[in-house]
């Protein structure tokens, strides 16, 4: 998944859209590469990467469990230096698509929630840690939505997903760029999730045609060291606004449709560098660039904990009794309303190293399991457990991590081939593997994202009650910011809701502000491991007297002035 778009993305995945989407740039980007052979002269250097999926398989639930999930994913610094804008990979995350409908009207209907933690091509702040995406995609990546502000291109004539997602928190700024997590994190857990709100009202027309909207306001949920509870949530209306252009589409996305409780769990990875050179003999060796996974006090790398799903006893219930004159909702998860997946411990590599001038079904597989094997510590945590004679252990200065081989050769065995790893003092030195760097290239100083300035668009008009703000994250922008009455923020002026509408959501959120507060556990903790925390630079207080029914909005983030 490109969490961007996605990775995850998808994202977004980060991030990324999906994969499909994903190749398709990757192969304009690898096009204008001169294509060699996989084995060329001896010391010819050619340029390739490393991709694939490392996969997590996890048992299945009852499908009554249709309320959204959560889960704890391990974020570090996947590799040594940030190699480029090229560089697109999401760390372990999931996709959660609506429950399908049994006869679809159309064939291809991909729709879905995939974001999470990575890098992306069209991340512009970007260092060696990952930052955190929504990654929803709306019928097909006609448009797709990361956060307030946040989605597909900057083009805000054609804002594509951009009016999305609605802020919630009067706690916490969204960079478009994506969440900062705060610099160095290594190792640690990021919490997060997705449970729906009745925020909104069902709609029986949507645009002004006869189709409806649904009231399920998926609702990004975090649980960090610095920060824990509600931050964001897709407007109803980015899901249903498809069946405006297609009636037949009505009812059939996440703004009323359950979710698939059982989803894949995966680390999606779309490209990592890596050189291939033959030696002498011709003889093929390939080095990537220095690839790392955390390690634990035990010595393993635990990078998924705790996934759950959820029914709407969780939440919704509680919360759709207050709205309607019942007794405030705790805004915590009833466990009741719950059910953690247990991991069987084991897993499969679809890693693969390869050059631009090879085919897609004679891309080789890297020997993943003569270095690492998938393990379940305990039933609700997965990871991985190293062969400590390939492996390196290396301590950041934030923390252990363990560095994977770093050279193979290539193995043919019958019709199979393999990249096994070997020890560097093994590698020829004609091939000038040693001699090669996989650091952060030159490049143009990044371009700001810029929010709409005219007076009469919906960022003006009625517009901020205070600021302008400024904001320092570790990636090295500078985030501008400003406080909007929460009904009055951009992507509710775009959500398909009338004054009224607007007036009454409004009434609901002020609730939340009142009584949902940000030192207080939303999602159950972790039963093992330490939380991460959020860049401190993304959280923020209410200027006096906007402590209630506002939120701060982002309207440009660029480089350091």
């Known amino acids: 998944m490109e969490k961007r778009s996605s990775v995850h993305g998808r994202t977004s995945h980060h991030p990324v859209p999906s994969i499909l989407v994903s190749i398709v740039i990757g192969c304009a980007l690898l096009g204008g590469l001169p294509a060699r052979s996989a084995s060329g002269a001896p010391g010819q250097i050619q340029r390739g990467e490393m991709a694939g999926y490392q996969h997590a398989p996890n048992e299945k639930v009852p499908e009554t469990y249709d309320a959204g999930f959560s889960m704890y994913v391990a974020a570090w610094p996947l590799l040594r230096e940030y190699p480029g804008t090229r560089f697109q990979t999401g760390l372990f995350g999931t996709w959660m698509f609506a429950r399908k409908d049994a006869n679809p009207p159309i064939e291809r209907m991909y729709s879905d929630i995939e974001g999470g933690l990575g890098w992306w091509r069209d991340t512009r702040f970007a260092t060696e840690t990952p930052k955190f995406i929504m990654g929803g995609v709306a019928l097909n990546f006609v448009e797709w939505a990361n956060g307030p502000g946040a989605g597909k291109g900057r083009d805000w004539d054609e804002p594509k997903g951009k009016y999305g997602v609605a802020q919630l928190s009067p706690w916490v700024l969204w960079p478009p760029d994506g969440l900062n997590l705060k610099q160095g994190t290594c190792g640690e857990l990021f919490g997060y999730g997705y449970l729906p709100l009745p925020l909104t009202e069902a709609k029986s027309t949507t645009a002004g ?46 703004d009323s449709r359950p979710s698939q409780p059982n989803r894949a769990l995966q680390m999606e990875t779309q490209y990592v560098p890596s050189a291939q050179a033959a030696d002498a003999q011709g003889a093929t060796y390939a080095r990537i660039a220095p690839t790392a996974f955390p390690r634990g006090p035990q010595g393993d790398s635990v990078v998924v904990h705790q996934v759950t799903s959820y029914n709407k006893a969780a939440l919704w219930d509680a919360v759709k009794a207050w709205f309607e004159g019942g007794a405030p909702a705790g805004g915590g998860v009833d466990p009741k309303g719950a059910v953690v997946h247990r991991f069987p411990g084991n897993g499969r590599s679809t890693w693969r190293i390869y050059t631009p001038a090879v085919a897609r079904e004679d891309r080789v597989p890297v020997a993943w399991d003569s270095f690492a094997s998938p393990v379940a510590p305990d039933p609700h945590s997965f990871g991985f457990r190293w062969n400590d004679s390939l492996v390196t252990r290396t301590d950041s200065k934030d923390g252990p991590l363990m560095t994977l081989p770093e050279y193979y050769r290539l193995v043919k ?24 760097s996989f650091g952060r290239p030159d490049a143009k100083p990044a371009e700001a994202y810029v929010t709409p300035d005219d007076p009469a668009s919906c960022w003006k008009k009625p517009g901020p009650v205070a600021g302008p703000f400024e ?57 093992s491991g330490q939380l991460a925390e959020l860049d401190p630079a993304m959280l923020v207080t209410p200027p006096s007297g906007f402590e209630v029914g506002y939120v701060p909005i982002v309207t440009r983030q660029g480089a350091t002035r």
Not at 230 to 250: E, I
Not at 415 to 436: F, I, N, R, Y
Not at 496 to 505: I, N, Q, V
């Open 413 to 436: 065995d019958g019709q199979t081939s393999q990249w096994v790893p070997v020890s560097p003092k093994d590698v020829p030195a004609e091939t000038g593997l040693a001699k090669l």
């Open 209 to 254: 045609k006869d189709v409806p909207t649904g009231n399920q306001c998926w609702t990004l949920f975090v649980n960090t060291r610095n920060f824990k509870g509600p931050v964001a949530f897709f407007t109803p209306y980015f899901w249903s606004r498809a069946s405006v252009d297609d009636p037949r589409l009505a009812g059939l996305f996440l």
């Open 471 to 527: 904001a320092h994250p570790g990636d090295g922008s500078v985030v501008t910011y400003y406080w909007y009455r929460f009904a009055d923020q951009p992507a509710l002026l775009n959500a398909d809701l009338t004054d009224a509408e607007r007036e009454r959501l409004q009434a609901r959120v002020e609730k939340l502000h009142r009584n949902w507060k940000k030192d207080r556990d939303y999602l159950a903790p972790p039963a």
